[in-house]
């Protein structure tokens, strides 16, 4: 079975899930109104028929403002487990970013990462920070890096600097600070957030209501 439908199956038997606790929040406050509306109603004396009308445009206030609570319960019932979802499905991608970080395909990839970013940033005396595994991996590709950002013409510098915390990936910044690209694997995820966000909810409830 395809990647993307099995996610629409576990979304839509989630999402049924939670629409069944949401029509059952909506028959409860139905209950409830339908008994304030018939106390409201019955409660007045039937001669006095503008107090029954009162006591009855009072009732259907209450039992509107008892409805409309209940749908809005239930609506963020639906709500809520759409955001489970999503995040759960973020939380898939970051473990699945943690393997890939801990594989051979990766040794070759951080190089290119940084020297990617490093042309990025176009300056030609770099500093690169990354984690303390991938800064021993690229400590033998600084000449390499540097000759690539140098386009075999002009003189690059390219150095490591200290450790950060990070999946995988590569900060750099020029020698003097003053620019600085984040091209870590959670840097790239909080700029590409809400697009990525948009295509996960895309999958997981196309054609859910």
Known sequence: MPAEKGAQLIAD????????????????????????LD???FG???????????AYARG????????????????REVLQKREELINEVFRGVEEELQAH???????????????????KLGQNDVVIRANRRDLKLLEGSKDQIARELGEGIKTASVSLGEPIQTIGGVKVR??????????????????????????????????SR
């Open 44 to 54: 007045a004396k039937e001669e006095e028929e503008r107090e029954t009308k009162e």
């Open 39 to 41: 106390a409201a109603r």
């Open 101 to 119: 970080a801990s594989s051979k395909i990766y040794e070759e990839d951080i190089i290119r990462i940084a020297a990617i970013a490093c042309k």
């Open 174 to 207: 020029a020698a003097d600070g003053r620019i600085e690209i984040d091209e870590t694997f959670e840097g790239r995820m909080r700029r590409e957030f809400k697009g990525i966000r948009v295509k996960v909810a895309k999958v997981l409830f196309e054609g």
């Open 13 to 36: 038997d989630i999402l049924k899930e939670a629409k069944e606790k949401a029509e059952g929040i909506i028959r409860a406050a139905e209950k409830e109104a339908r008994t304030l």
């Open 60 to 75: 259907k206030l209450v039992h509107d403002g008892v409805l409309a609570e209940g749908r809005m319960r239930a609506k």
